[in-house]
C-alpha cells in the first residue's frame, strides 16, 4: 500500500477566506509585552542577570535595609519564594544580607559594589531598549502613550513597579524558584 495519496480539497473550503489576525489593543498588548520581555530577557542576560533578578535589584536600592519579607509583601509571594531568589543574587554577589541590629533574627537587604555595578549597566540596556521599541513613535507620542499604560495598569489593580509575574515564576529542582 502506498501514501501518495493526495487529500482531496473540498471545494467549499477553497472559497473561505482565511482566518483574520486578531485585532484589537489587548492582543497587541499581550503581543507587544511578550516581545519586549523576550527582547529585554536577552538583553540583561548578557549583563548575567535575569529579569526577575533586575526587578529586585531595583527594589532594595530603591529601599536599602528592607526585610525580605516586606519583599515578599511587596510583589504578593510567600517569604520562601523570595529567599531562594535572593540566594540566587547574593551567589552571584550582587546582594548583601546583614543581620538587623533590631531583631538579629531578621536580615536585611542591601545592593554590593558587584550590584551597583549591574544596576548601571541595566539603567543602559533599559533605556536602549525602550528607544528601540518606542522608535516608531516621536517624544509627544512616547509620552502619551506610556501615561495612558498607567492609567490601564492603575484601573487594572497592578502594583506600581512590581511586574505581576513573580506570582509564576517556574520552581527549581527542589521545590525553590528561579
Known amino acids: 500500500m502506498s501514501s ?9 473550503d477553497a472559497a473561505a477566506p482565511p482566518p483574520a ?39 532594595i536600592a530603591m529601599q536599602p535595609g528592607r526585610s525580605q519579607r516586606s519583599l515578599a ?3 504578593g509571594v510567600v517569604p ?4 531562594a531568589l535572593i540566594d540566587n543574587l547574593e551567589q552571584k554577589g550582587f546582594v548583601e544580607r546583614r543581620r538587623s541590629v533590631e531583631d538579629r533574627r531578621h536580615h536585611e537587604l542591601y545592593v554590593s559594589e558587584g550590584g551597583r555595578r ?40 497592578l502594583t506600581p513597579g512590581v511586574h505581576p509575574g513573580y506570582r509564576n515564576l517556574p520552581k527549581r529542582a527542589g521545590g525553590r524558584p528561579n
Open 4 to 12: 501518495d495519496r493526495q487529500p482531496v480539497e473540498d471545494p467549499d
Open 21 to 59: 489576525p486578531p485585532r484589537g489593543g489587548a492582543f497587541l498588548l499581550a503581543q507587544l509585552g511578550a516581545h519586549a520581555a523576550g527582547r529585554f530577557g536577552e538583553r540583561v542576560g548578557a549583563l548575567g542577570l535575569a529579569p526577575p533578578d533586575v526587578g529586585l535589584l531595583r527594589m
Open 80 to 83: 520562601s519564594r523570595v529567599v
Open 73 to 75: 509583601a511587596d510583589l
Open 118 to 157: 549591574a544596576l548601571e549597566g541595566v539603567g543602559e540596556v533599559a533605556a536602549a531598549h525602550e528607544d528601540e521599541l518606542f522608535a516608531a513613535l516621536d517624544e509627544e507620542d512616547r509620552v502619551r502613550l506610556t501615561a495612558l499604560l498607567g492609567r490601564i495598569a492603575e484601573q487594572q489593580g
